[in-house]
Each structure stands twice: as C-alpha cells, then as structure tokens.
C-alpha cells in the first residue's frame, strides 16, 4: 500500500498539476475566442435562462434545466469551496485568489461547451422516460471510440461515485465531532441512511433535493461572508489591492509567482470542474428546446461556483488579521477567521453549512456515477450494486483517514478529464454552429429557439432531438 500511495502522490505532484492545467488553460482560451467570449457576452441571457428554468418545473418524467442546474452546481460546490481556498491562500499566497478568478472566466467557456454537446447528443432514458448523457455517451455515439467512452465512464463512477462521496463523508463525520463532539460512527451511519434515502429514491428525487438545498446553503454562506465584509468594509480595499499585487510580486508565496499561479489555477479549475467532464452528466438531462440553453446556464454555474462561493471563503479568512500566522489550513483556518470575529455561536453555524455542502455534493456525485453505470447496462441488478456500494463507501468514509483517497479520486479525475478534453476539441466545432443557431434565431425574434439537428454537418450520434425534444 505505501509503494501505491507514492506513485498515486507522485502521479499527481508530476502530471495533472502541469499538463492537465496547462490543457485546460489552452482549450479554455481557444473556446472563449472562438465563441467570441459567450461567458462574458451572453451573461444576461444566462440569468435569464436561469429565472426561466425556476419557472419550469419539468414535469414528472423530466428535469428541468434549474434542477440540472442545481444538481452539477450541488456536485462542485462542496467542502472545497470553504477549506480548499484556505489551502490554497496559505499555499499560494493572496495572489492565488487573483489567478483563481481569471481561470474561473476562461473555464466558463469550456463548461459551456461540453454542456451545449452534452445536450446535443443526450440519449432518453427508458427507464425514467426522461434522458441522460455526457462524456461517455458522446465519445461513443459521435467519436466512435467505445473503448475511450467505457474508460470515462469507468473514471467517473470510480472517482465520484465512490472517492469523493467518501471524502465528503469524512468531511461531515470530522465537523461534527469537532463542533458537537458527536461519536464519528455515530454521525457516519445517520449520514448513511440520509444517503441511502436520497439514493435509492433516484434522479427525481435528487433533483428535487437539489433545487431547494443548494439555493439554501450557496444563500446562507454568501450571507455570512456578506456580514464579515460589513464588519470589515474599511479594509476591504486593502484587501483586494493585496490579492491583485500579490498576484503579480515575485514573494506572492513561498515559491513566488509561479505557486500563486499554479495554485489559484487548481483551486479554479478542480473547483468549479470546467471541461473536467462531470457536468456535462448532469447538463444531458434538462428539458430544453436548444442545447445551447444548457450550456449557457451550466457556464453560470462556474461563475457561481468561483466567484460567488469561492470568493466568500477567501474574504473570510483575509479578512482576518492572524490568517498568516495562525498556524492552521484547511477548514480550521475557516473555523478560526469565523469565531474570531463573529463568536463560537459561527463554528455551529459553519458545522451545519459543512453538512449541507457536503451531503448535498454526495447526491450529486452518486447521480454522474449512476449516469455512467447505465452507460454500460440498464441492468437493474447493476444499478443496485452500485448504489449499495456508494452507501458502503460513504459510511467508511465517515470514520476513516482518507489522504490516499484524496490522492487517488485527484489522479483519477485527472485521467478522466484528460479524455474528456480530448473528445471537446474534436467535437468544439458542432457546439459553435449550435451557438451561432441560436444566435441567429434570437436575432431574428425568436423568443424560444428550437434546435434542428439537421444543421449540423453530421447527425451521427444524435438520438433524442428532431422529434419532441
């Protein structure tokens, strides 16, 4: 096992850190340049569709665009957005929050890509009657490489399904204690039964979760970093001056510029997850009448993610005075900067938040793992494995130390966006011309746009639109 967790951590220290971020920073350029920005020049029809998504509920069979929403949006807005920007302040220095910022805005682009083609080639499920896809699906039904879309979706119900629900039940397990000094295996088998419940109730039942839990607790955290930003308006300034020339001064952290970089790129990218491959699972299931609808909102959602809920946690801890040299990281570090200027009464507070984060991320996890499974069989029997086995892992993760898995999901994810990167730079092309549609029809009047596959160059791989889709 040791000689396993040395490769697992040097796989990580040497590839995904450097390549991978060096990938997405590449592809990110080249799809904001070639949607002309669309993250930036489309920001309001994105708040747009998103109030017109709350409004549609979906129906029984169908998934409404908010609920994918909130589903992809309960999946990366997870205990890392709270103890992973500690990490990254005290790794990286100020100025990570800076480069943090300028990835979560390249991204976008990216995110809304992979989602626009999630939805181009969704598939129905028929099972539900609703539909599901992703990665998987369209490096199958339009690449044409079933080897590489059965190693995605291997990746993906490994690393989410199983990984990170386990972290995130660690996560819960080690708050709860710490706060309430509740037995960890106490607290681990009642997460178990909630997430059995939540589990075993489906899709349906985790979009309705979703819908209302991540609004609630993305409301609740952004109000009690409001509070402290209030308390601390004065040096506010000061502290934004600190993050932009941080980002740029050869002594921004221990390894100068380029920890601040590296580090706040991570931070950007593991965080809001875009063009990592997972979203675009929970993008393929909206009811919409043009993919280019989902892909727009999902873009939102890595705003939402980065600049809302990420930068809350990094004006939580800069804005207090011994971050530097309190001698903690992490989520101690966030528990620190709360009860020093708001009392102990924030530490219950940020313990019920840490639970609604991470219980919320374990729901969305297991569904882009379920999506993947099915990806190979429709097999009940298979689905229910699964399920008891993620029930299973959130229940070890609960009592367990969990560094080797941290590693191990890092090194997987890694892998799996790998593929995914490959496939959308292959497949880029048909999400412009689907764009650049739905532009069209908007300037022509058209209040809902409606896709036609047919004006894509090839329709292979395309199975649920050109009917009632």
């Given at each position: 096992?040791?000689?396993?967790?040395?490769?697992?951590?040097?796989?990580?220290?040497?590839?995904?850190?450097?390549?991978?971020?060096?990938?997405?920073?590449?592809?990110?350029?080249?799809?904001?340049?070639?949607?002309?920005?669309?993250?930036?020049?489309?920001?309001?029809?994105?708040?747009?569709?998103?109030?017109?998504?709350?409004?549609?509920?979906?129906?029984?069979?169908?998934?409404?665009?908010?609920?994918?929403?909130?589903?992809?949006?309960?999946?990366?807005?997870?205990?890392g957005n709270i103890a992973g920007i500690a990490i990254a302040i005290m790794v990286g220095g100020p100025g990570a929050i800076f480069w943090m910022w300028v990835i979560a805005v390249i991204g976008a682009a990216s995110g809304f890509v992979e989602s626009t083609l999630a939805q181009i080639y969704k598939v129905r499920?028929?099972?539900?009657?609703?539909?599901?896809?992703?990665?998987?699906?369209?490096?199958?039904?339009?690449?044409?490489?079933?080897?590489?879309?059965?190693?995605?979706?291997?990746?993906?119900?490994?690393?989410?399904?199983?990984?990170?629900?386990?972290?995130?039940?660690?996560?819960?397990?080690?708050?709860?204690?710490?706060?309430?000094?509740?037995?960890?295996?106490?607290?681990?088998?009642?997460?178990?039964?909630?997430?059995?419940?939540?589990?075993?109730?489906?899709?349906?039942?985790?979009?309705?979760?979703?819908?209302?839990?991540?609004?609630?607790?993305?409301?609740?955290?952004?109000?009690?970093?409001?509070?402290?930003?209030?308390?601390?308006?004065?040096?506010?300034?000061?502290?934004?001056?600190?993050?932009?020339?941080?980002?740029?001064?050869?002594?921004?952290?221990?390894?100068?510029?380029?920890?601040?970089?590296?580090?706040?790129?991570?931070?950007?990218?593991?965080?809001?997850?875009?063009?990592?491959?997972?979203?675009?699972?929970?993008?393929?299931?909206?009811?919409?009448?043009?993919?280019?609808?989902?892909?727009?909102?999902?873009?939102?959602?890595?705003?939402?993610?980065?600049?809302?809920?990420?930068?809350?946690?990094?004006?939580?801890?800069?804005?207090?005075?011994?971050?530097?040299?309190?001698?903690?990281?992490?989520?101690?570090?966030?528990?620190?900067?709360?009860?020093?200027?708001?009392?102990?009464?924030?530490?219950?507070?940020?313990?019920?938040?840490?639970?609604?984060?991470?219980?919320?991320?374990?729901?969305?996890?297991?569904?882009?793992?379920?999506?993947?499974?099915?990806?190979?069989?429709?097999?009940?029997?298979?689905?229910?494995?699964?399920?008891?086995?993620?029930?299973?892992?959130?229940?070890?993760?609960?009592?367990?130390?969990?560094?080797?898995?941290?590693?191990?999901?890092?090194?997987?994810?890694?892998?799996?966006?790998?593929?995914?990167?490959?496939?959308?730079?292959?497949?880029?092309?048909?999400?412009?011309?689907?764009?650049?549609?739905?532009?069209?029809?908007?300037?022509?009047?058209?209040?809902?746009?409606?896709?036609?596959?047919?004006?894509?160059?090839?329709?292979?791989?395309?199975?649920?639109?050109?009917?009632?889709?």
């Amino acid at each position: 096992m040791e000689f396993l967790e040395r490769i697992v951590s040097f796989s990580n220290d040497v590839l995904w850190s450097y390549v991978l971020i060096v990938m997405l920073i590449a592809l990110g350029l080249w799809f904001s340049l070639r949607t002309g920005f669309v993250q930036l020049r489309l920001f309001r029809e994105m708040l747009r569709l998103l109030r017109e998504g709350v409004n549609h509920e979906g129906g029984h069979t169908h998934i409404s665009s908010f609920q994918a929403f909130c589903i992809s949006t309960a999946s990366r807005v997870g205990v890392g957005n709270i103890a992973g920007i500690a990490i990254a302040i005290m790794v990286g220095g100020p100025g990570a929050i800076f480069w943090m910022w300028v990835i979560a805005v390249i991204g976008a682009a990216s995110g809304f890509v992979e989602s626009t083609l999630a939805q181009i080639y969704k598939v129905r499920d028929p099972r539900t009657f609703g539909f599901r896809g992703g990665p998987a699906y369209y490096i199958r039904n339009c690449l044409g490489s079933s080897k590489a879309a059965a190693l995605f979706a291997v990746l993906i119900s490994v690393t989410f399904g199983l990984c990170f629900n386990s972290v995130q039940s660690n996560t819960i397990s080690l708050s709860l204690n710490a706060t309430f000094g509740l037995d960890r295996a106490a607290a681990g088998a009642v997460l178990t039964v909630l997430s059995a419940i939540v589990i075993f109730g489906g899709l349906k039942r985790i979009a309705h979760l979703s819908s209302w839990l991540v609004p609630v607790m993305a409301t609740l955290y952004l109000l009690l970093a409001l509070v402290i930003i209030i308390m601390n308006l004065p040096q506010l300034p000061g502290m934004i001056l600190t993050i932009v020339s941080s980002a740029f001064s050869p002594d921004a952290a221990v390894g100068g510029i380029g920890a601040a970089i590296l580090t706040g790129a991570k931070r950007g990218l593991f965080s809001n997850e875009a063009g990592m491959g997972s979203v675009p699972n929970a993008a393929a299931t909206a009811f919409v009448s043009h993919p280019v609808k989902q892909g727009l909102v999902q873009a939102l959602g890595v705003f939402v993610d980065t600049l809302l809920v990420c930068t809350a946690s990094a004006c939580i801890v800069l804005l207090f005075d011994g971050y530097a040299d309190a001698g903690k990281t992490g989520i101690e570090l966030v528990q620190l900067a709360l009860t020093s200027q708001l009392g102990s009464l924030a530490g219950v507070l940020l313990s019920v938040m840490v639970f609604m984060f991470a219980f919320s991320s374990i729901a969305g996890n297991y569904y882009y793992g379920e999506s993947n499974i099915q990806f190979f069989s429709t097999n009940p029997v298979y689905l229910l494995v699964f399920r008891i086995m993620v029930v299973g892992m959130v229940a070890f993760g609960s009592v367990a130390e969990l560094p080797f898995v941290w590693n191990l999901a890092d090194l997987f994810m890694a892998l799996m966006a790998i593929v995914n990167l490959v496939a959308i730079a292959l497949l880029g092309r048909n999400a412009f011309i689907a764009l650049k549609d739905y532009q069209s029809q908007k300037k022509a009047g058209v209040a809902d746009p409606v896709f036609h596959p047919e004006l894509l160059p090839d329709q292979r791989g395309i199975e649920a639109w050109g009917r009632d889709a």
